[in-house]
């Protein structure tokens, strides 16, 4: 049996368009992948479903999963608990999928320490301004919040030399293109291995 496919770390900025590239390549089917459903005691948005979005979760159940060491890596972001749970990536990984982590760059730097077998990319807008910009047009967060993911993506923006690629998100259908070819690399990575 062949060893399983390398985590794909997909982190970014508020507003870089991290979901909407995700989910378009996703909606394709073409590729063996799985996205981990993220669990966050942050409220919902709307239109976001429970188990489909988030598992959204109250602070005692997330902080009891800590516990019983349910989480692959896990990060208090923007005032609410983010995490990954390794059910939501061991059992796709078994099953010769890529598993993609939509993950900050505080869990990545886990998910990094804890699996040897990780690809991280990172996406940008090609400003903060664009940024700021996208998290106004989206209509979800107050003035405060939008200042505090502001100020979270010029942190974040600091660490994307630590990732093995970095996509600047400026034209939605070729970032989708150089998304799709960084996966491909790894799926035909393994079938030249077998």
Not at 73 to 93: C, I, K, N
Request: glycine share 8%; proline share 4%.
């Amino acid at each position: 049996m062949s060893a399983p496919l390398p985590l794909i770390i997909v982190s970014g900025p508020s507003g870089s368009g991290k979901s909407t590239v995700i989910d378009r390549v996703l909606a394709q089917g073409d590729l063996p992948l799985h996205l981990s459903v993220s669990a966050t005691t942050r409220p919902a948005r709307a239109g976001e479903r429970d188990g489909v979005h988030y598992h959204f979760w109250q602070e005692a159940r997330f902080e009891a999963q800590i516990q019983a060491g349910a989480f692959l890596e896990w990060a208090q972001v923007h005032g609410f608990y983010y995490g990954t749970l390794r059910r939501e990536v061991e059992p796709y990984r078994r099953q010769g999928r890529l598993v993609i982590l939509d993950i900050d760059v505080q869990g990545a730097a886990q998910v990094r320490k804890r699996c040897a077998d990780v690809v991280a990319v990172f996406l940008k807008s090609p400003s903060l301004a664009v940024d700021e910009r996208r998290l106004r047009d989206r209509g979800t967060e107050d003035e405060a919040s939008i200042q505090r993911r502001l100020a979270a993506a010029q942190r974040e923006l600091a660490s994307a030399g630590e990732y093995d690629y970095q996509i600047v998100n400026d034209d939605l259908e070729q970032t989708i293109k150089q998304f799709r070819a960084i996966l491909k690399r790894y799926l035909k990575r393994d079938s030249n291995a077998g």
